[in-house]
């Protein structure tokens, strides 16, 4: 074998494990499934959150989130409102699926925000992309009829597999205000179930 092919043939080897090495470092999502953790599979969120004009009347509902995870990446597939005001049940997503945005490591305060609960373990920006939420009953579009909003949140790991982990946001869509419901007596979050987590190093998605 002559030098040249040796000289390339190492170098594609060291390209190679460059970029085996970033997508180990690279931080995903997992789902907890019973038994283990995958990065296949689906959760939900669900919690009581308030949605509304900025200043102005606030309808406080009980949101189910379904998250999907494929491949280490996550995307909102379907969200429900319930429950709270008489138009809840009207609200709707529009323009889903709503990607994840990679996660990230949070550095703030803890809590988050007033009236969010201290939350436990390593903590996470966690970014819904794509946002468009109709509300029926009182006849406006957040953030706009044909724009999109991102919603940026904090995930915390929890204490562990297969205890519900929880994740909060106050937002801003436009010139309405999305957020997990606040209170200084009982602060909410979305509960996850199952679990889920961001994962990184060490770990490559997929089987």
């Known amino acids: 074998m002559s030098k040249l092919k040796t000289a390339l043939i190492a170098a594609l080897?060291?390209?190679?494990?460059?970029?085996?090495?970033?997508?180990?470092?690279?931080?995903?999502y997992e789902v907890w499934t019973g038994s283990g953790w995958s990065d296949e599979g689906t959760a939900h969120l669900?919690?009581?959150?308030?949605?509304?004009?900025?200043?102005?009347?606030?309808l406080p509902c009980d949101v189910d989130i379904t998250l999907a995870v494929s491949g280490?990446?996550?995307?909102?597939?379907?969200?429900?409102?319930?429950?709270?005001?008489s138009t809840c049940p009207g609200t709707v997503g529009e323009a889903l699926p709503w990607p994840l945005a990679a996660p990230t490591a949070y550095t703030g305060?803890?809590?988050p925000f007033l009236g969010a609960p201290t939350l436990t373990g390593a903590l996470w920006n966690m970014a819904i992309t794509g946002v468009r939420i109709r509300v029926p009953g009182v006849n406006y579009v957040c953030p706009y009829?044909?724009?999109t909003g991102t919603?940026?949140?904090?995930?915390?790991?929890?204490?562990?597999a297969p205890g519900a982990n929880r994740y909060?946001?106050?937002?801003?869509?436009?010139?309405?205000?999305?957020?997990?419901?606040?209170?200084?007596?009982?602060?909410?979050?979305?509960?996850?179930?199952?679990?889920?987590?961001?994962?990184g190093a060490g770990h490559l998605p997929g089987p």
Request: proline share 7%.
């Open 72 to 85: 280490g990446n996550a995307s909102v597939t379907a969200i429900a409102f319930a429950n709270g005001a």
């Open 13 to 28: 080897a060291l390209s190679g494990a460059a970029t085996a090495n970033a997508a180990f470092a690279q931080y995903h």
């Open 145 to 147: 009829p044909n724009g």
């Open 151 to 160: 919603v940026l949140g904090v995930l915390d790991n929890g204490a562990g």
């Open 46 to 58: 669900r919690g009581p959150i308030v949605i509304g004009q900025a200043g102005g009347y606030m």
């Open 109 to 111: 305060g803890n809590p």
């Open 168 to 199: 909060v946001f106050s937002q801003m869509l436009g010139p309405c205000a999305f957020m997990t419901r606040k209170s200084a007596y009982v602060p909410n979050a979305l509960l996850a179930e199952p679990q889920i987590r961001v994962a």
